[in-house]
Nanobody, 125 residues
Framework: QVQLVESGGGLVQPGGSLRLSCVGS????????IGWFRQAPGKEREGVSC????????YYTDSVKGRFTISRDNARNTIYLQMHNLKPEDTAVYYC??????????????????WGKGTLVTVSS
């Protein structure tokens, strides 16, 4: 049974940093595409950053390029999202998602099969 558990959210001031973690179980990380999505109040869920199956190709949405870094630790079956220079518009519930599919084009695909429950990130002074 595939499970994802996110952690690391919290309240941070604008310009601050946070690192989110997502621990997976029931699957082998290297065989799955995996990544981060977020949903702000009143907005649709969007893909933030994802790592593709096997190739390791990485996707970032434009608004986080240069500020966020995704990484994975296969030995720990864990991925991370290091976030720097956070802005109020980064406030959202951040979800980890994974899928065994192999996509040719790197991206965060909304139809990923497995989702965590999310962790709240609030950027405010």
């Amino acid at each position: 049974q595939v499970q994802l558990v996110e952690s690391g959210g919290g309240l941070v001031q604008p310009g601050g940093s946070l690192r989110l973690s997502c621990v997976g179980s029931g699957f082998t990380l290297d065989d799955y595409a995996i990544g981060w999505f977020r949903q702000a109040p009143g907005k649709e869920r969007e893909g933030v950053s994802c790592i593709m199956t096997r190739s390791g190709s990485i996707y970032y949405t434009d608004s986080v390029k240069g500020r966020f870094t995704i990484s994975r630790d296969n030995a720990r079956n864990t991925i991370y999202l290091q976030m720097h220079n956070l802005k109020p518009e980064d406030t959202a519930v951040y979800y980890c998602a994974t899928d065994p599919a192999t996509w040719v084009v790197p991206g965060c695909y909304q139809n990923m099969d497995y989702w965590g429950k999310g962790t709240l990130v609030t950027v405010s002074s």
